[in-house]
Structures are given as C-alpha cells and as structure tokens.
Nanobody, 126 residues
Framework: QVRLVESGGELVQAGGSLRLSCAAS????????MGWFRQAPGKEREFVAA????????TYADSVKGRFTISRDNAKNTLYLQMNSLKPEDSAMYYC???????????????????WGQGTQVTVSS
C-alpha cells in the first residue's frame, strides 16, 4: 500500500521560510517522479514543483521559481520543498504526489500522478 505523508506546514510571516517533507512508503520511491501541488480555499489545485526520479531534473511554476526548491533523498524515501521569501498568496494546503509508473519523467499535470498525500497546511501572514 502506497503512503505519502506530508509534514512541515505551519503559520509563518511573510518573507519567512519553511521546509516541507513528504515521507513515502509502499512504492519504489527512487524510481518514480514526484511533485508538489497546492490548493487554496475556493481555488483549483495547482502545480508547484516536480522532480525526476533521479533528482537531477526539476521544474517549477512561474509563481514560485527562484523562491522554492524541490529536492529528494532517495536513501530516505523523502521528498522536500524548501520555501523561501514566502508570500500571503502562497497560503494553501500543500500535497505531495507520486507517479505510478517507474522511470517516467516529471510532470506539471496532476492527472499524471497516481498517489497523493493528505496534505499539510501552510499559512503566510502579511
């Protein structure tokens, strides 16, 4: 059974930093691309960042490029999202996601991810 568990979300002031983690189990973590998505109240889920299975390729939403960094530790089966220079508009529930097929590249499309965590809440105060 695949399990993705996010952590690290909390209330932070604008300009601050947070690091989200996503602990994965039940899948061949080092062989699948991973992504972060977010959803604010009343809005659709949106892509944030994604990383290839080996960790060498990344892609970001324009809104977070230069401020957020996605990374992974395949030895620990853990995905990370370092978020710097946070803005109130970054407030949302953040979800990690895993592609179901091994050795497929990363994707910006939520429909290409087969497994999802329960989310961790990030709130940025102005």
């Amino acid at each position: 059974q695949v399990r993705l568990v996010e952590s690290g979300g909390e209330l932070v002031q604008a300009g601050g930093s947070l690091r989200l983690s996503c602990a994965a189990s039940g899948l061949s973590f080092s062989s699948v691309a991973m992504g972060w998505f977010r959803q604010a109240p009343g809005k659709e889920r949106e892509f944030v960042a994604a990383v290839t299975w080996g960790g060498t390729g990344t892609t970001y939403a324009d809104s977070v490029k230069g401020r957020f960094t996605i990374s992974r530790d395949n030895a620990k089966n853990t995905l990370y999202l370092q978020m710097n220079s946070l803005k109130p508009e970054d407030s949302a529930m953040y979800y990690c996601a895993a592609r179901g097929r091994t050795y497929y590249s990363h994707s910006r499309e939520a429909g290409n991810y087969d497994y999802w965590g329960q989310g961790t809440q990030v709130t940025v105060s102005s």
